[in-house]
């Protein structure tokens, strides 16, 4: 049996602005795990975390509606990636970290690995999401009431999951003829963008970067004062429409040096925590002042990147023609 190899045809516009995205992702959690106390470094990781992770989930959404895939497909290839991935880093922590009492936990995903099961979740609620504005102001809803459950934490990423679904259904109903008309509004976006970034600003001198993980309820980290966590939710849903829009506005439809990235940003988001974990807690990495903090990241990024491009050149070059050989 002869194989052809099907071309796609690559959105350029998307590509980039995961390819973005994901390079933000990568600094934006090492930064975090450094735990640099360098001035505004503070400010910068909220910045970063107020509209990355939320611009992910719209991309999966919009993607998720043009793939010819069933629900079926999709969710047993995440399926199999969250539990082959969370199995190797069970295996690094284990014997590479040399964290000897580490247990290999599914219903508990490491770090990252959040995002795979917040898909899982996602894809399967998707054929039922039929009328997108019930189901965008239900899941609002849910998402802001579900912080007073003081039960809720890192278990299958219930709390994400649900914090981050109205970002995946804005995703669903997105039509890339829409993109026209918000880089029209790329003035008015700039300006309320900077409202943000002011309000983000005064907020941060006492605003842990926890609470925009969004994976545990209103008590822990506020008992005595649960309204102000709500009102920090709010504020991440309101600046992270803002934000996204606005980065949106930004980038071209044109192919660009990031496009290659972005390509592969579901890759990169996998290992990037690993090469994090290895250089920033092994202190392999400094964090002293600036000029050690950009060679830290820039190193942590490239080799990301090169461990990314390895196995792809591998996958291609073994993997397939193997499984081509097999068919044959």
Known sequence: MESTRKIVKRDYYFDTLKGVLILLVVIGNSLELS??????????????????????????????????????????????????????????????MGEPDFRLKFMEPYWTLWYLVSLIFWYIIYDYIKDSKKWLVGSLLVAILIGYDPSVFNYLSISRTIFFLPFFILGVTFKKEYISKIKEKKKLLGILSLIVLIILFFLSFGLIIDLLFEFVGYESYYPDATWYPLLIRIFHYIGAVILGAFIMSLIPKRKTIFSSVGKYSLYIYIVHSGVSEFFITNEILKYYNYGFLILSEAIIVLISLLLVYLYVKFKDKILKPKATALLN
């Open 35 to 96: 735990k640099t106390d360098l001035p505004f470094m503070h400010y910068f990781i909220l910045f970063l975390y107020m509209f990355h992770m939320p611009l992910f989930a719209f991309i999966s959404g919009y993607f998720c509606k043009k793939s010819k895939r069933s629900t079926m497909q999709r969710v047993s290839e995440i399926f199999i990636l969250y539990v082959s991935v969370q199995t190797i880093y069970y295996i690094f922590y284990k014997f590479i």
